[in-house]
């Protein structure tokens, strides 16, 4: 079944794609994240892409921000330690 508006969980933000806006908020181009997972620039905008839907965010500025907000990684540290998986509930927490 579909989420729902209202339903307590969302699709959870993995450790792939924090790591990748953690990145972006740190200046690296679509080439170079790309070349850390062995994929092309291209995929790494449509990975962004997602991000972005999952944490309903317009733009991946917007996206960095939220998950800044919502304590999935900070910008001022060495990189996100993320567990496998994040689980973002409607109320932007996270279990």
């Given amino acids: 079944m579909a989420k729902q508006p209202g339903d307590d969980e969302c699709e959870p933000l993995t450790a792939k794609l924090a790591e990748m806006l953690w990145a972006r908020g ?4 679509y080439t170079d994240i790309g070349a850390r997972w ?3 620039g291209e995929t790494v905008r449509v990975h962004l892409r997602k991000a972005c839907r999952l ?3 317009d733009t991946e500025d917007e996206a ?3 998950a800044v907000r919502r304590g999935i990684f900070d910008l ?3 990189g996100p330690q993320p567990p496998t998986v994040w689980s973002i ?3 932007g927490e996270m279990s």
């Fill in 64 to 66: 960095i921000a939220e």
């Fill in 26 to 29: 740190h200046g690296s181009t």
């Fill in 38 to 40: 062995g994929i092309k």
């Fill in 55 to 57: 944490l309903e965010a």
């Fill in 89 to 91: 509930t409607d109320r």
């Fill in 76 to 78: 001022s540290g060495p």
